[in-house]
């Protein structure tokens, strides 16, 4: 079945960076697209940002485009979201999705 492991996440100060980690497993990796969401407290999930199975597109929201980049790697099954110039309003669990799955999530808190 498919699983999907989150890491990377933490506590950060405005301004910061962090690099959150989703291992894939159950699936042909190389074949699907790969999305990270996040989930701030009260809100509903959001769509953070999406890659195709070759790397060769991506997808962003709005509110992330130009501070946060979306790769992966294929021989490794793992999908990566770099984070730069963290926000406050950034501060969210963050998944992994694929195949319509999730992963268990990464809190990621932007506080000084």
């Known amino acids: 079945q498919v699983q999907l492991v989150e890491s990377g996440g933490g506590l950060v100060q405005p301004g910061g960076s962090l690099r959150l980690s989703c291992a894939a497993s159950?699936?042909?990796?190389?074949?699907?697209?790969m999305s990270w969401f996040r989930q701030a407290p009260g809100k509903e999930r959001e769509f953070v940002a999406q890659?195709?199975?070759?790397?060769?597109?991506?997808y962003y929201a709005d509110s992330v485009k130009g501070r946060f980049t979306i790769s992966r790697d294929n021989a490794e099954n793992t999908a990566y979201l770099q984070m730069n110039s963290l926000k406050p309003e950034d501060t969210a669990v963050y998944y992994c999705?694929?195949?319509?799955?999730w992963g268990q999530g990464t809190q990621v808190t932007v506080s000084s």
């Open positions: 890659i195709n199975w070759s790397g060769g597109s991506t």
């Open positions: 159950g699936f042909t990796f190389s074949r699907f697209v």
């Open positions: 999705n694929a195949l319509d799955s």
